[in-house]
């Protein structure tokens, strides 16, 4: 066996076996790869062994391999300059809390509309000709087939026709390869997993690193399996395999922005928005249909992105149903056209502290922190190999009703994928809630807090502002 062969081997035999991969194809861009991705029985992403002799170390370009370089290294080579370094951010300029003015960014987007201006500014300044996003994929059906893919836009009308979050699977390594074909310079938007295995990439192909120019990051809480919009889709009356269109995020005018509504369209032309809430299990924090790799991810912020927007999920924005993001601002370059298009007003940004845009995702965080140092603890009880991290195992990180939420969140992720598949092949959606439900409601009582508790917690509050 030679060494490119031993390095495919130990991918398949940690990330592959062990569950973690994310499916973002980075493994599978190059010529003579020696893995394919393609959805799995459960509707995500996954890698798959080829035949072929890799001409490269496909470890070194996986975003959860022991051979990766973590996200600190790639950001440290990437933006020696920036002055601010934070736990949570990571390296940046500055960060914004706001929204666009100008055009209809804001409306047309899932949050302010940020993720979709900063892709057109880059293309309307010259300083990338093509972006890479993902779009509504016209040849693809619901269930089992991808409704959404990667694909690349050469203009702003393109771009703004492309906005609002999927929360839907995908991967890169067809829209890559194609880069690496048709020479330009690319702006590439992508959760934080995908910009790091996009860097990684670049770091091992000069053609590639040429090419791509700009990474726009989204914050991440988790990625789906495709199995979440026909979930979402079967409580309006749409089966799986006759959703025709999904939008994960509709603004509701009467409602603060968390709480959005969400459309599907059947084949049959049947519509119906509905609000978040008012789904079965539409609390995104139950971790449904997630891919067990989020579970073992320590970058809520794209930290390795030149430029992050999310949502701010703040009190002082969180009523305003029009949406607001977060934004996190890492390139030089990308933030004097910030600093540009604010001073022309074109832009409405407060200034926050790493402290501000860390609060906005204090559940991610926790998840991915704490949560992460008990599942790494527990992995290292077990004996199981787990992808490195920056978080140290912690059997101590976490209360003990965190503890079982945590637990909870784990069984609630690996038996939705397979309750799902019972209720579409008994073609009946109540045994998906049947199989939930239980656990739902456990999950749901350790958030209910005792009055005592909830007294206590009180009063240390009121304490705490008298003092201030
Ligand atoms: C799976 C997922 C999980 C998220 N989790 C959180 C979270 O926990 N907290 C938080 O604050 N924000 C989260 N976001 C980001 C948030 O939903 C918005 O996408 C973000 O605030 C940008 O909104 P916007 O109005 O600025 O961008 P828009 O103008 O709506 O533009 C969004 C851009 O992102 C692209 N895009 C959409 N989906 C994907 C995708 N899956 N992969 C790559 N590119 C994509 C679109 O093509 C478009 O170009 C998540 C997004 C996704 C896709």
């Known amino acids: 066996m030679n060494g490119q062969e031993n390095h495919v081997t ?19 861009v190059m010529e003579k790869a020696a893995f394919e991705v ?53 390296r940046h300029h500055a960060a914004y809390g706001g929204y666009v003015v100008e ?28 972006v890479i996003h993902v779009k509504p994929d016209v040849s693809g059906t619901s269930h089992g087939h991808p409704m959404f893919a990667y694909g690349i836009s050469e203009t702003v009308e393109e771009v703004v026709a492309g906005a609002k979050s999927r929360y839907y699977p995908v991967e890169m390594s067809r829209v890559l390869a194609r880069v690496r074909e048709e020479p330009g310079r690319y702006a590439l938007v992508g959760l934080p ?99 067990k ?52 007003r074109r832009l409405q940004l407060d200034m926050l502290g790493a402290e501000d845009v860390a609060r906005s995702q204090a559940g991610g965080f926790r998840h991915r922190r704490e949560g992460l140092a008990f599942r790494l603890h527990g992995a290292r009880q077990e004996q199981r190999w787990t992808p490195p991290k920056r978080v140290a195992p912690d059997g101590h990180a976490l209360s003990r009703t965190y503890r079982r939420i945590m637990g909870l969140r784990r069984t609630l992720r690996a038996r939705s994928h397979t309750a799902f598949q019972e209720a579409v092949r008994g073609q009946d959606f109540d045994l998906c809630k049947q199989a939930l439900r239980p656990l739902i409601r456990d999950y749901d009582r350790c958030y209910r807090m005792s009055p005592i508790k909830w007294l206590k917690r009180k009063l240390v509050s009121m304490a705490r502002r008298r003092r201030m």
């Open 103 to 130: 055009g209809e960014y804001r409306a047309n987007g899932s949050s302010g509309g940020m993720g979709s201006w900063i892709l057109c500014e880059l293309l309307r300044e010259g300083l990338v000709d093509r």
């Open 193 to 291: 997993c995908f910009i790091k295995a996009v860097r990684l990439l670049c770091r091992a192909d000069p053609v590639l690193r040429e090419r791509i120019v700009c990474c726009v990051g989204l914050v991440c809480g988790h990625l789906k399996s495709t199995c979440f919009a026909d979930f979402l889709a079967w409580q309006c009356g749409i089966r799986p395999g006759a959703l025709r269109d999904i939008d994960f995020r509709v603004k509701l005018p009467d409602r603060p922005a968390g709480e959005y509504g969400v459309q599907v369209v059947g084949r049959d032309g049947r519509e119906e928005v509905r609000a978040r809430r008012d789904f079965f299990a539409g609390e995104w924090g139950y971790g449904l249909f997630k891919y």
């Open 293 to 344: 790799a989020c579970d073992y991810c320590d970058d809520v912020l794209a930290e390795t992105a030149d430029i992050t927007v999310g949502d701010a999920w703040l009190g002082r924005y969180r009523d305003e149903p029009r949406g607001t993001n977060i934004v996190i601002v890492r390139h030089r370059g990308i933030h004097d056209l910030i600093v540009r298009a604010l001073s022309a």
């Open 38 to 90: 393609g959805l799995d029985a459960y509707g995500c992403y996954q890698a798959r062994r080829t035949d072929a002799t890799p001409s490269y170390d496909p470890a070194t370009v996986c975003p959860f391999s022991a051979q990766a370089v973590d996200e600190n290294r790639l950001a440290e080579e990437l933006f020696p300059d920036a002055p601010f370094a934070d736990a949570f951010c990571g």
């Open 10 to 28: 130990r991918l398949a035999d940690t990330v592959l076996a062990g569950g973690y991969c994310i499916g973002c194809g980075a493994c599978a």
